[in-house]
């Protein structure tokens, strides 16, 4: 298959170019009989939407999905689920700039060179455009997991990183500050630093953490198709994405082994749970935790050196309504991709032993 | 398909557990008419292989690999290439005393509670024994990529961490240590280190380094398997690992764009590379770059409490002959399943464009 | 994945219910820089439509594609082909007669079982006219394979067999009558059947044969993916296909190896070609020539008795327009399914061995 | 993936040529907790080997399979089930002859310029050897399937066509007659015919027909996996097969929709089963039957021209010990292949709805 599906039993395909008429996807497998809460997908389009808090880009863009299948009566019938969702904004005229130049940073010169043409348009495929039809698909796989809570949240903004665990954080305050950070004190630092950059023409990079909770025990398909593995690829694939981690993750590695190791309570359940909820690839039922690095937005508003696609270097700057730091609107799109995977394997989970039947 | 296979044209598909006759796999995919240098298979598997030093497993494992199919006369035939690598220190005894117990931070809860039936011989299939059928595979993927350079190393001890840039590393020291440090002076002082440790009874993590050169441009097939992710997917699957970063990983989320941008020079390459060779999840032909993080091995020398199948808390204590760090070893793991990524995207990217028949 | 992609490189995934608002699917994997011929695509879509001659449905659909990615400038980017397809005449009021009958011999009842949730409309997702989504990926994949000539035509009708070798049939005659019988004198019998049977309400099956030219040697996959083994299951995935036969197929077993075995000219190719240009599972360079059983379609214009959801007995007749011969409208499908399967293995092809880089 | 595996959540993965040192396949996807009788596995591969009737070859290959992992006292794991079969009786010596020259009909033509390097002993990979890979999955499938009842039996030999309805024949026949066929009187005469073949050094071709009793509604991925269309792969993937048809195949074609509609009876079963027990692509409960073509052997005991690699005409004649017919030995591996097509969909059929949770 080409890179454009996600899955193996719940699956989804997208399209769709961030300026052409409209993006969409397919979500098959999906099971029958879930009856779809609708609001609750609008709601998760509308976290990730541009335009929503002074921080983030002001472009307009309803974002709103139109379903074309599978659905029967507001309840799934496991055919396959199309849907689109239109670019009703696509203000093409923005882009002629960039239509022989390479931004720094972008993947303009990649795109160009493997495959000879592209759109140039915006980004074309290589915008984060395409993550909203990935929120789609993961409201549903939420759905499907009802009785799983996947809690993302903005946990560092340039030099701003919150250290606490993820137990002292209030999850509920989450959507009560543009930043999507669980700390208030430290969601108004990392509002007044993301202004600052701004003004400045200038981005910043930043981190999303996601904690898991309610995972029933045995998901994963080990030996390639780990747990984690699998989370991993989920969240690289998201747009700016720089690293994974979970668990204790790099700041494991400079542990030793009787510190790290995980003691187990009678019940089954450790004291540590520096395995961040997953063994050997496999969910053991405690929180999974994990840590996405996202890079600075490469687009600046401040002129760069650059060169065109015959290599002559020019000057550019960006122009039109970019995100001067991509986290506070990656927080959904992670949960969307984390509920993804979980969906996956809580299928296959079902199929992995006889008495499970 | 279930989780043990991996690469959608180049695949590799294993089996086997640490305490069977046999591990082994099947290698599907690999064009006809590479004509294999057998030498340097084997050479691969004794770079995995225990006992190479005295800061590794003291176990003896041959670790022979026998080819059963897929070719013919030294060259591959284009048919499937079958292998199997015998188990001949088998040493079933040694496990009796985990069989109703699990090991902390180890597989046997996930294992037990996911197929309700393991064989609790050594971790089974849990064990990183299987590790060494991807060394087989990448080892001839890296043939068939004979153009590109791939080359691990250990960066971080425990709290020793080389910060020195790639550039400026003597890559052709790295198998004159048993740490496979590309720093002579870092490599003594984590040598000692891991000795110390071991002494200890206990274990330590660490990161091994990986840099990639003189990969085309255009691997990898966004928008779900980006070149990096696969990467991540790939070094996620490796035991113990529990974070990935590649380019400026972690670290440049505390960059601004006007930082982190990569300048481009005229030829296209870039001053800076802080995107570590891919953009938009397609190579750009610089280097590749990336680190792993690995865990501290969960076996210890050193009592430890833990618990039955029954809940009953019991102590414990590791018996047989365990790495006390894993990333020396951890190597030529790594090198293959990068190898096994780039020989996937290398045969699809032929194929990406009609100009490239 | 679940069954609505096929293809394994050059991928089609399709959704959307007969009743529903579209239609549509994505294609992935199509190589960038096929500039596409639309007409040529519109004129596939047009054979496969309903309402084009007295002897197939009357119903109307413009069947009328809008392509909304993967496409830039008229020629293809790499990136995924996403379109849509308009239900315009839905007309869902004919179907409350079903709402809570199973037709016989359509899928009503399997779906009701499997599903738990169906929309009944038409067939919903079991309709043919899922099929034209297939067309439009069909006429990409033809256009991909310009060197390679797919003719399909309509070889039986209910007791008219077509029992000439293709041959000597006049494949330019095809598209002159409605039947699409490459024999003009056959096509008027068949015709006068059809019509015939339509009178009485009733309909009937009938065979498509194809024939494909010029196709390179070596496509195909052993040894599960041979090329007449992908053939088959993509034609008995089409709507009421019964069986597969190619080359001397059903009655090659009744001859001896002394006749059947094709006898080598000096340049390769074969005196008599009973393996319809596939050994091995791999195509030889000759004429690929396969048959296609069609059922009568189910829909009657009859009262007959059937069942309810519930076991009740009741009488049923078939309401709208509905074809009484399915044959002439799948000619295209036929094609477009073999179009998809050859371009599938096209690619792959391109790199089974190192010579043909 | 390359075209070596089968199916997608219940896989079989094959290696190995005819005269190489093993076959063997490793199996993913089967579920724990499977007791797997190891005799009933032995018994298929006796049904299918060389050597066990005076109308087969006469080569002796014990076929014992070995496994090597997946499998712990005596129950499946959950773990991939690696397994090989030595190849005790290569002789390879016997195919020098061959060395250079296409036989006809065979896949020497193919496979040398698809791959353009092959193992021409035996004919390598193309060889039917191969099947006794798929005869160890199926067995195991089988196992899985207990309540399923899979019988397959030959039904026709050159022009011997056994034309009674599979509810009369007496399947307890089958394993009493060297011809696998379940009417005594026709066994006779078709041994006799085979015999006769012998004697003239010829072959003949044949059809194996298949009956699975107890087939759980919901069988089947429509739209492309259609339960029909995958055994319809299934079936064209086994060597020297040239047809599949299911239901009323292409008899069906010549029959007015009046007379092939399955009337319901109160219990959702039909009074004709024109169907064949697949409605839409999925399983209906009824009886599933086909009808699989089988080609006559090509390797001759008679003289017959053919050309080398370099286009001379030569003579050559068949050496060593062949099947004058295929379809005896070719039982098991038709009830295998449909024990795995079936094993795939039971598997995700657990996962088509939430209901069935």
Redesign the interface.
């Known amino acids: 298959?080409?890179?454009?599906?996600?899955g193996?039993?719940f699956?989804i395909?997208?399209?769709?170019?961030s300026h052409?008429?409209?993006?969409?996807?397919?979500i098959?497998?999906c099971?029958?009989?879930?009856a779809l809460d609708f609001d609750a997908i609008e709601a998760e389009m509308q976290r990730r939407k541009p335009g929503q808090s002074a921080i983030v880009t002001q472009r307009k863009e309803p974002d709103s999905v139109?379903f074309?299948?599978?659905i029967?009566e507001g309840?799934?019938?496991?055919?396959?689920?199309?849907f689109?969702i239109e670019n009703t904004n696509q203000k093409s005229n923005d882009y002629s700039h960039i239509k022989d130049t390479?931004r720094?940073?972008?993947?303009d010169?990649?795109?160009d060179?493997?495959?000879?043409?592209?759109?140039y348009r915006g980004g074309?495929?290589?915008s984060a455009r395409?993550t909203a039809c990935r929120v789609v698909a993961g409201a549903i796989a939420k759905q499907l997991l009802s009785e799983i809570k996947i809690t993302a949240y903005v946990s560092?903004v340039?030099?701003l990183q919150l250290d606490k665990k993820h137990q002292v954080l209030q999850f509920d305050t989450i959507e009560d500050n543009p930043v999507r950070c669980p700390d208030p004190e430290m969601a108004v630092s990392m509002e007044n630093y993301i202004k600052d950059?701004r003004k400045q023409g200038?981005?910043?990079?930043?981190?999303v953490s996601c904690v898991i909770k309610n995972v029933p025990?045995?998901l994963?398909?080990?030996?390639?198709?780990?747990l984690?593995?699998?989370l991993?690829?989920?969240?690289?694939?998201i747009n700016a994405v720089?690293?994974?981690?979970?668990?204790?993750?790099?700041s494991?590695?400079?542990?030793?082994?009787?510190?790290?190791?995980?003691?187990?309570?009678?019940?089954?359940s450790?004291q540590t749970n520096?395995?961040?909820g997953?063994?050997?690839?496999?969910?053991?039922g405690e929180d999974i935790y994990f840590?996405v690095?996202?890079?600075?937005?490469?687009?600046?508003m401040?002129k760069?050196?650059?060169?065109t696609s015959e290599?002559?270097?020019v000057e550019m700057q960006g122009k039109g309504r970019h995100d001067p730091c991509v986290v506070p609107r990656a927080v959904p799109i992670v949960e969307a991709m984390a509920a993804l995977v979980l969906a996956d394997f809580w299928?296959?989970?079902?199929?992995?032993?006889?008495?499970?039947?």
């Open positions: 298959m080409a890179g454009n599906s996600f193996k039993i699956t395909t997208t399209f769709g170019e052409g008429e409209a993006i969409g996807g397919i098959d497998g099971p029958a009989g879930l139109k074309l299948s599978g029967f309840t799934t019938t496991g055919t396959p689920i199309g689109v390479y720094p940073s972008h993947a010169f990649t795109y060179k493997k495959y000879g043409n592209r759109d074309g495929r290589s395409e560092g340039g030099p950059i200038d981005t910043v990079g930043g981190v025990i045995g994963g398909e080990p030996v390639f198709d780990k984690h593995a699998a991993g690829q989920a969240m690289l694939s720089k690293g994974f981690e979970y668990g204790s993750g790099f494991g590695t400079k542990m030793k082994g009787s510190e790290h190791n995980d003691v187990f309570n009678p019940d089954g450790t520096f395995s961040g997953v063994q050997g690839g496999i969910s053991n840590n690095a996202f890079k600075p937005v490469a687009t600046l401040q760069q050196p650059t060169i290599g002559e270097q299928l296959l989970n079902k199929i992995s032993k006889l008495s499970s039947e």
